[in-house]
């Protein structure tokens, strides 16, 4: 027998004074105290525990530190929220990060920011992951060895002070959108003589500026008040997707696009040469060439100075095909004085000066263009390398810096810079990570993420926002105004600097009645505050329009095609391509993720007998390029479109993203890197550079580069030779024009009658609240944000290249595109996001064999992950496909990238079926705050991460118990449709139709009815 | 007259066997080293079963995304074989079953074999829901046992419980059915074995058999009553594996003329496996007495009957869907007929349509090849027609956004390469080690004295004294078959 000796508890300390047990006990139990039973129980949790240790010997050993003295704001495992600007572009749009026991898990946009107004884009929602990156660089280099800082700050001084004005300093930045670095690189540069400050951005406006400073005399950018555009107009500017500031555009465009109020409904005009997200939103949207645009313009502004007394200017042929069109366009405009807005993307001078007289003689100014509240975002001057490598081979430069700037991979002298540089004593590139400019700099001086340190931004002369540091650096950084004023001699941190800087340059314009220290505090906590506008903008002068007479675009050649190079929404740029995700978002418009390539019509794609992925050659003059092709309809034939920011050195650790297994294939293509640059083919003219280039030849190759499409049927309609007796067009998105909806809006959403046809009795009603989620997909551009906002609250892993293309990718929110072809011939294009449908008859729930998904009281469809065998039943059984299996384990990067996980989502493992949740750990935090104050929880309290994101505000979740609540609004809106309702699994996600402003289309009505 | 009697039926059993040299023949067999053939066959299975073996371990080990699936196509191959062999094991019951209760004396030569076949495919087919799953080291959780989970129990109304019921059900019954029938035989061999280890084998799997009349009369009402339970499987559990699909949301799926299709289809792919395998069986075991043209002519005559019931099935499954109205429904199949997957399509109809048809010729029915033929067609049809129904319902379904297609990676073809490995090696050694024709049956159906007196030999061909026991039993086995 086993002698035991267990612990003995007292009732009471009294027991055990009397007792005195200590002395009297013998220490060896008498054997009949413990029973076959106890003798078995206690056995076997010995064993068990032993196993259980054993078992987790393995796992390191982890210290948990608590804090020495508890910061009264922390609460561990609570988050807090911080008002900061997104690092992702020079929008600089206002966000609010979410803080969990010290370090950022997730971006949101501010709602109260004036600018963005609540919208976070892709790229805004992904920029959390550059904090934790693995390749950040942590430490600063000098000549490519790690080193300190004193030693690089030895090595500028020395370099500097020998220069003795001489030769000429250089300082390149990209998007700049802080006054605070702009202050400090100025400060610095006056030290100094022979200086040359320039900001180039690689998605440059600078046209529009240089066209403002010839019609109004100085060089701005103004603010453009989509909010208050009855008419838009818009020349190839992709404004909801790219150009300028998408977020405000986005938010002010949506504002006019409610169906409801049809008397504010603005009306959008595209004129583009390839198809972008803003495009495929516009009522009417015109593909045009290059050439054709430029014809356009020219006739239009004839026409409308013609009209309003302007300056009589010569007139040009249009399309034949448009003239139409074209023709109500004008009558458009000239009804809508003053409240009608012509934006043009162009990079031309001429062009945009002609747009300036468009808008002018519309009264626009002051409306819908806004000079007084000018915009520094994707603000850039001219384009400074042609003329600092001229300076580089006449060895007349003595220093370089860089910051924010990637020219030898963005500029199509890149080439030429890199080879150029070594010529200069002094190269030194402010970076995060290191990038292909960086790495040929002889001093790369890290800098802190924008997470880590203070910083502002000034996106609109009305606004000023703060940029706060929500943890500890990460790594021996320094911020650019450090390092500057180090080498100045000046003290001061980081945030003492920027403080100094807003009392004496920012609070003086501030629009605050508050005193320094309070009117800190308060912006510190908002994240912005207001300033006073500006007086003085210039008068348009008429005089300017003289010098619009050159012809830029010339017709193109036979055989010969124009060449558009863009940004994608979900790709801003070089400097974001070590974002897995970023990359792993399918585009908006073609659905291909990981690669860029060449859209091309499918007449063209036809005419040169190429398919997706077919390798092309395209060549201007001695510049070409090997890229695959991608077949996009609505792509104009003569124009083929080429993605920028990709092919990048920092690409080049994908090659390995995503599961191991025999068949698996690299993310990475032949070159090594994820893409292809295509910064080569831009044109550098007349100091801008210009993304539309004519003259362009293809030729085909042999070759091919399969791309990850996440849509693989892009169509309403089924194949021609499929479609059978009762018709081949599937009602997943439905549409009408404003017109019919006015008129008829019962006609436009047939409901299948479906009560009573209930195969369960009602034995589960939802007394208390039964969630639901609207999307309003005439809002909807395909942003994607609100899938990169989903992907980082719920811990969604990056799979890689070759899992997409094996249509395995795991977002739980994905968003279709449809293209389809109306009657008249033109080519409408849907965008439709969907999730779990959180069927009330759910499918899935009644397939799985071990319950491990179930239907929550609230109407939630809930997935058990840890009683998950993985049949996949579900899925199959799952009508909308948007359950996601666990294929592999999935690797969620480096320990630092780990750090990004939300602690409240769990992190599935391999084999396990997995989806939409409804963001349920955002539901019951309202749900438990509510309960502890108790009261209701109020309608737009609980926002799933993909509504926060929506800068449209098209996604919308609530309580459809609450009659009040905008989702119950919503569900008796004449546009309100359920996918596949006639299947009669009642989701709860629900849709309203897209409203086009158009004139009545009886066949698209006939259609639905 | 015995000769116009032959001319117009042949015999069941050639070369004029007496019981004696039956039992010789046959349990003959397991002694004696076999053929190269059969070398031949076994090591090239037992290579096949290898490459599934690793197959299935690096699946266990990596997870399903080393299957060709994707978020579209939940299920392809997997399931596809699944149902193709539990198909493969419904002619063995039917054999052994229904065509005993019919009184089909045919079925004697070949129901040992199918019936060993249905057990072989039922494991086969077993092993894919368990490798289908993601987590397969918690299939158990399919089983509603008492657990510390608080309440957790198994969803009854999910397909896939009725389907572990019913196929569990099916295994447990047919291996009783196969191993009550073989008790007889065993007791042969138990009699006639010369080692130790063997005579204890057989002696404790033929449960003391003596071959009284008692034992005799006992032995055949559980045979019969074996049979009576056995038969309702042959319907219930190929309709409830149709269910899994039938019970679904999916077009192409959800049609319910599944059940009576999937019966009909899973007789139809069982009788040509029994074909397949019957043939092999014939060269390698040379087994050319005991299966003979008169049971490979029924055989065939049963293929062309349900082959044209699965025709029937397929012709009633498009007309249904083009008339319902139901541009899902219509659109599926247009998609089989002509998508991107009608090859599988047309494989199908070719194969379970088309060749059989060849079998109305009597010259076809009676050449071993032709047929042998023709029953891989049909094998192939069937696998084809498992893929199609699963792989093109789900690969082209509601919304066109899920659309996507499906190829098979190396592991998925490895799996089914090494089922059929699993298979053929247990068929194998099955032949090597247990009758493979029912001896005790087949003395049933021999004519016997007509030919000459061999079955008054009391001794064996090489010479041996047939012990007591077993000429006990030789004798004592004519009272109840002829009694039946």
Redesign the interface.
């Known amino acids: 027998m086993i002698k035991i000796n267990p612990k003995e508890y007292f009732p009471s300390l009294q027991e055990f004074e009397n007792d005195n047990v200590l002395e009297e006990n013998n220490p060896i139990m008498p054997e009949e105290l413990i029973s076959r039973r106890d003798f078995l129980v206690r056995t076997g949790f010995g064993l068990s525990a032993m196993m259980l240790l054993s078992g987790c010997s393995r796992a390191p050993v982890r210290e948990a530190i608590p804090f020495l003295e508890q910061p009264p704001e922390i609460t561990p495992g609570t988050s807090l929220v911080y008002a900061s600007v997104c690092p992702g572009c020079s929008a600089a749009c206002g966000t609010l990060v979410k803080v969990r026991d010290g370090r950022p898990i997730k971006v949101e946009g501010n709602p109260d920011h004036p600018v963005s107004k609540g919208g976070l884009c892709a790229v805004g929602q992904a920029s959390l992951l550059s904090l934790y990156d693995r390749q950040r660089l942590l430490e600063p280099k000098l000549d490519n060895v790690k080193s300190s800082w004193t030693n690089i700050e030895e090595k500028i001084s020395g370099v500097l002070s020998k220069n003795n004005s001489e030769k000429e300093i250089w300082f390149i930045c990209g998007e700049v959108p802080s006054p605070l670095e702009k202050h400090w690189i100025k400060k610095f540069l006056t030290k100094y003589d022979n200086t040359h400050l320039v900001c180039s951005d690689s998605h440059s406006t600078s046209a529009i500026a240089d066209a403002y400073a010839t019609t109004h005399g100085t060089a701005i950018l103004p603010r453009y008040r989509f909010d208050k555009a009855e008419v838009i107009v818009s020349f190839d500017a992709d404004f909801l997707g790219t150009w300028i500031s998408p977020m405000e555009f986005t938010s002010g465009w949506a504002s006019r696009r409610n169906p409801d109020a049809p008397e504010q409904f603005s009306h959008h005009t595209q004129f583009e040469s390839r198809l972008s997200v803003t495009g495929a939103k516009a009522d009417l949207r015109v593909p045009l060439d290059p050439f054709e645009i430029e014809q356009t313009i020219r006739w239009i502004a004839a026409k409308v100075l013609a009209e309003t007394d302007g300056a009589s200017l010569p007139s040009s042929n249009i399309p034949k095909r448009f003239e139409h069109e074209i023709a109500e366009v004008v009558d458009r405009l000239l009804h809508h004085r003053g409240k009608s807005l012509v934006v043009c993307g162009i990079q031309s001078v001429e062009l945009q000066t002609l747009i300036n007289a468009i808008n002018y003689y519309l009264g626009n100014e002051g409306n819908t263009v806004d000079l007084s509240n000018r915009s520094y975002q994707q603000a850039s001057d001219h384009d400074p390398i042609p003329q600092l490598t001229k300076n580089l081979s006449d060895n007349k430069v003595g220093a370089v810096f860089f910051f924010k700037a990637n020219p030898v991979h963005d500029h199509p002298l890149g080439d030429k810079l890199s080879n150029l540089l070594k010529l200069s004593p002094l190269t030194v590139s402010f970076v995060e990570r290191e990038d292909e400019t960086s790495r040929r700099c002889s001093i790369e001086a890290a800098i802190p993420n924008s997470f880590e340190t203070w910083n502002d931004s000034h996106p609109v002369e009305t606004v000023a926002a703060i940029n706060q540091p929500l943890l500890q650096r990460l790594g021996n950084t320094r911020s650019l105004p450090e390092i500057l004023a180090s080498l100045l001699a000046k003290e001061g941190d980081n945030y003492q600097q920027l403080r100094n800087y807003w009392k004496e340059n920012v609070y003086p314009v501030a629009e605050t009645a508050f005193n320094f220290e309070n009117f800190w505090n308060q912006t510190v906590h908002d994240g912005y505050c207001s300033l006073q506008p500006e007086k003085d903008s210039g008068r348009f002068n008429a005089e300017a329009l003289h010098s619009t007479s050159e012809v830029r675009h010339k017709k193109s050649a036979e055989n010969k095609y124009y060449l558009t190079l863009y940004h994608k929404p979900t790709m801003p740029g070089s400097a974001h391509s070590y974002n897995p995700l970023l990359h792993e978002l399918p585009d908006s418009i073609s659905k291909v993720s990981w690669d860029n390539y060449a859209c091309i019509s499918p007449t063209l794609a036809k005419k040169l007998g190429v398919r997706n992925g077919s390798v092309l050659r395209i060549a201007k003059g001695e510049k070409q390029l090997s890229i695959p092709a991608y077949v996009l309809p609505g792509q104009h034939e003569n124009v083929i479109a080429i993605a920028l920011g990709y092919g990048t050195e920092a690409s080049r650790r994908f090659t390995d993203i995503g599961p191991e297994w025999i068949e698996a294939k690299p993310t990475t293509g032949k070159n090594g890197f994820v893409g292809v640059n295509s910064a080569s083919l831009i044109e550098s003219r007349d100091g801008h550079l210009s993304y539309l280039i004519g003259d362009v030849s293809i030729s085909t190759t042999m070759d091919t580069h399969p791309l990850a499409s996440a849509q693989e049927y892009h169509f309403v309609d089924v194949p021609e030779h499929l479609v059978p007796p009762s018709g081949g067009r599937r009602p997943v998105v439905l549409d009408a024009t404003l017109d019919d909806y006015q008129h008829h809006p019962e006609h436009l959403v047939k409901h299948p009658h479906m009560e009573g046809d209930n195969l369960w009795q009602d034995d589960h009603p939802y007394n208390g609240h039964h969630w639901a989620l609207m999307v309003d997909l005439s809002l909807c551009t395909g942003c994607s944000g609100c899938v990169a906002g989903c992907h980082i609250e719920n811990n969604v892993p990056v799979t890689g290249k070759d899992e997409v293309r094996r249509n395995r990718e795991l977002s739980w929110l994905r968003i279709d595109r449809y293209f389809s072809k109306e009657p008249d011939g033109k080519l409408d294009i849907a965008f439709q996001p969907i999730m779990c449908h959180h069927c009330d008859h759910a499918p899935c729930e009644t397939v799985c064999p071990v319950l491990a998904t179930v239907h929550s009281e609230e109407g939630l469809n809930q997935q058990v992950y840890n009683r998950c065998v993985g049949t996949r039943y579900c899925a199959n059984n799952c009508p909308y496909k948007m359950r996601r299996f666990n294929w592999f384990n999935y690797d969620q990067g480096t320990e630092r990238e780990r750090l990004l996980l939300n602690p409240d989502v769990t992190i599935r493992s391999r084999g396990i079926m997995e989806k939409c949740t409804f963001c349920v750990q955002r539901i019951e935090k309202v749900k438990i705050e509510a309960k502890r104050e108790k009261r209701e929880i109020n309608d737009g309290e609980i926002q799933t991460a993909c509504m926060q994101s929506c800068p449209s505000n098209a996604i919308v979740f609530g309580d459809m118990n609450d009659p009040d609540s905008q989702v119950s609004k919503m569900l008796k809106n004449p546009r309100r449709y359920k996918l596949l309702e006639e299947l009669n699994v009642k989701p709860s996600v629900g849709y309203l139709a897209i409203i086009r402003n158009r004139r009545s289309n009886s066949a698209t009505r006939d259609h639905h009815a | 007259m015995l000769d116009t009697f032959t001319l117009r039926r042949m015999p069941l059993i050639q070369g004029n066997k007496t019981p004696a040299t039956v039992t010789d023949d046959i349990s003959g067999l397991i002694g004696q080293k076999p053929s190269g053939l059969w070398y031949g066959a076994i090591v090239l299975s037992f290579s096949m079963l290898i490459v599934g073996v690793a197959a299935a371990s690096?699946l266990i080990a990596?997870?399903?995304?080393?299957w060709?699936?994707?978020?579209?196509v939940?299920?392809a191959f997997d399931i596809t074989n699944f149902v193709f062999w539990i198909g493969i094991g419904h002619a063995g019951t039917l054999i052994s079953a229904v065509l005993f209760l019919l009184r089909q004396r045919w079925r004697t030569s070949v129901n040992r074999a199918a019936e060993a076949m249905t057990i072989f495919a039922v494991i086969c087919a077993g092993l894919f829901?368990v490798l289908?799953?993601?987590?397969?080291w918690?299939?158990y959780?399919?089983l509603p046992y008492p657990n510390t989970r608080g309440s957790?129990?198994?969803?009854f109304?999910?397909?896939?419980?009725w389907d572990?019921f019913a196929i569990s059900t099916y295994f447990l019954i047919s291996l009783t059915f196969w191993y009550v029938g073989m008790i007889p035989d065993l007791a042969t061999l138990r009699d006639r074995a010369k080692s130790k280890i063997k005579r204890w084998l057989y002696g404790f799997f033929s449960l003391g058999w003596d071959g009284s009349y008692k034992t005799w009369l006992r032995y055949e009402t559980v045979y019969l009553l074996l049979a009576g339970l056995a038969t309702p499987l042959v319907i219930s559990v190929h309709t409830i594996v149709s269910w899994?699909f039938a019970?679904?949301?999916?077009p192409g799926w959800h049609t319910t003329i599944f059940p009576p299709y999937f019966v009909a289809g899973a007789i139809f792919s069982g009788m040509a496996m029994v074909l397949t395998l019957m043939l092999i069986a014939r060269k390698t075991m040379r087994l050319e007495d005991y299966i003979t043209v008169r049971h490979i002519d029924a055989m065939s005559k049963l293929l062309i009957l349900t082959g044209s019931m699965v025709g029937l099935a397929y012709a009633t499954e498009f007309f249904v869907a083009?008339y319902s109205?139901?541009?899902y429904e219509?659109?599926v199949?247009?998609?089989r007929a002509?998508?991107p997957l009608a090859w599988a399509y047309w494989i199908m109809v070719s194969c379970n349509l088309g060749s059989p048809q060849l079998l109305w010729f009597r010259k076809i029915r009676h050449s071993f090849v032709g047929v042998f033929i023709i029953s891989i067609f049909v094998n192939v049809g069937m696998w084809f027609e498992r893929f199609v129904i699963i792989v093109t319902s789900?690969h082209?379904?509601?919304?066109?956004?899920?659309?996507?297609?499906y190829t098979p990676?190396?592991?998925e073809i490895a799996l089914l390469v090494g089922s059929f490995g699993l298979f053929f090696t247990l068929f194998l050694l099955f032949c090597r080690f247990l009758p493979v024709v029912s001896m005790s049956e087949v003395k049933g159906v021999l004519h016997i004295g007509h030919h000459h007196k061999g079955s008054t030999d009391e001794r064996t061909s090489d010479g041996r004294d047939i012990p007591q026991r077993e000429r006990h039993h030789e004798r004592g086995k004519n009272i109840p078959v002829s009694s039946l």
């Open positions: 690096y990596t997870g399903i995304g080393t060709g699936l994707n978020n579209t939940g299920w829901p289908h799953m993601g987590r397969p918690l299939a959780w399919m957790l129990w198994v969803n109304r999910s397909p896939l419980v572990f899994d019970t679904s949301v999916i083009m109205g139901n541009p219509e659109f199949f247009m998609n002509s998508g789900l082209r379904d509601y919304l066109p956004s899920n659309w996507s297609n990676s190396l592991v």
